[in-house]
């Protein structure tokens, strides 16, 4: 049997067991026990932390299990999870303990050598590129944490009109345009808002709920409208081109045969101060007919602008 063969055995076996001795291992094996030292400290090397007791009752403990057995891939599936992994570098935070520059590091390390020179020259000529954000979301895991085990958060929130304190039910996170967004039930206003979690400036306490919510894919797929306003809105051409670009618009366009084009939809209230900068934005390519909250926002967003400007000369 070759070493590596071996090494990997003795991986799963140690990682099943939790704790062992070397005797134990050398006597599954049949090697000796000089042998298992070397193949320890192998796997050691490898990055599994495997902790010596010393003593009559001593041994040896896997700190940790959570550790993969090898899994083969093919070179473009490795090229293909690169890549991926280079696309999550545009976020300041994720709601997982990883690193995503040393899990670069290891698959790109272990990769052949033809296959390193093709991910090289891949550079030269593809990027995976979205804003790159440096606002700090330390709370990501917290709420997510919460969300999977269902429960209750009472938190400090830095809206646009200050500090409040909000008891909500967190449904899920996702991620868009560099940040990280958190739709959770809000139980004063008796619906699910949208909250940024880098807006999250403290989480007060935590409870169990026994109340049954959706999740976030459950979210997505009813897309519920808690508040109906109709969207209406006449496109420029290089309106309905901008529009395309962004995912909250681009399946509810209406294109002519001449380019321009229009969005006639319902929406939920509550999205007005999410989409205000997405039109304000668009300027002159995208006239507002409804709803009249929208417009008024957007004057709002206009006058603030002007009034900074109106002793210039």
């Known amino acids: 049997m070759s070493k590596a063969k071996r090494l990997l055995d003795i991986l799963l076996f140690v ?58 891939f093919t070179e473009e599936e490795a090229v293909s999870i690169f890549f991926a ?10 709601p997982f303990d990883t690193e995503i520059n040393s899990v670069s590091h290891k698959l790109y390390s272990s990769l052949q050598e033809d296959a390193r020179t093709k991910i090289d020259k891949l550079r030269l000529y593809i990027s995976f590129w979205n804003p790159k954000r440096t606002i700090d979301t330390p709370l990501l895991k917290d709420v997510l944490d919460a969300a999977i085990e269902q429960k209750d958060l009472r938190i400090q929130y830095e809206s646009k009109s200050g500090t409040k ?20 039930f809000d139980y004063n206003k008796k619906r699910i808002l949208l909250h940024r979690v880098d807006r999250i400036l403290s989480i007060i306490s935590s409870k169990k709920s026994e109340d049954n ?22 496109l420029t051409k290089e309106g309905v081109r901008q529009c395309k670009s962004v995912p909250t618009f681009e399946d509810l366009i209406v294109t002519h045969e001449d380019g321009t084009g229009f969005i006639d939809s319902i929406i939920d209230k509550g999205e007005i101060n999410f989409i205000t900068p997405l039109f304000f934005r668009l300027g002159i390519h995208a006239q507002i007919k409804e709803p009249k909250e929208l417009v008024e926002s957007l004057q709002i967003q206009a006058e603030k602008i002007l009034s900074m400007y109106k002793d210039f000369k």
Do not use: C
């Open 165 to 184: 304190t909000k008891h909500i039910r967190p449904i899920g996170i996702y991620a868009h345009d560099g940040l990280w967004y958190l739709p959770a």
């Open 213 to 234: 919510f959706m999740n976030l894919q459950e979210w997505f797929a009813t897309n519920v409208v808690i508040d109906p306003i109709r969207l209406h809105v006449q």
């Open 85 to 94: 992994f280079q696309s999550l570098n545009y976020y300041h935070n994720l």
């Open 15 to 72: 990682t099943a067991k939790k704790k062992f001795t070397a005797k134990e291992i050398a006597d599954e094996f049949n090697i000796s026990i000089r042998t298992v030292h070397r193949y320890i400290l192998d796997l050691n090397d490898m990055g599994l932390p495997i902790y010596a007791e010393q003593g009559r009752n001593g041994g040896f403990t896997v700190l940790t299990s959570r550790m993969l057995p090898p899994i083969l």
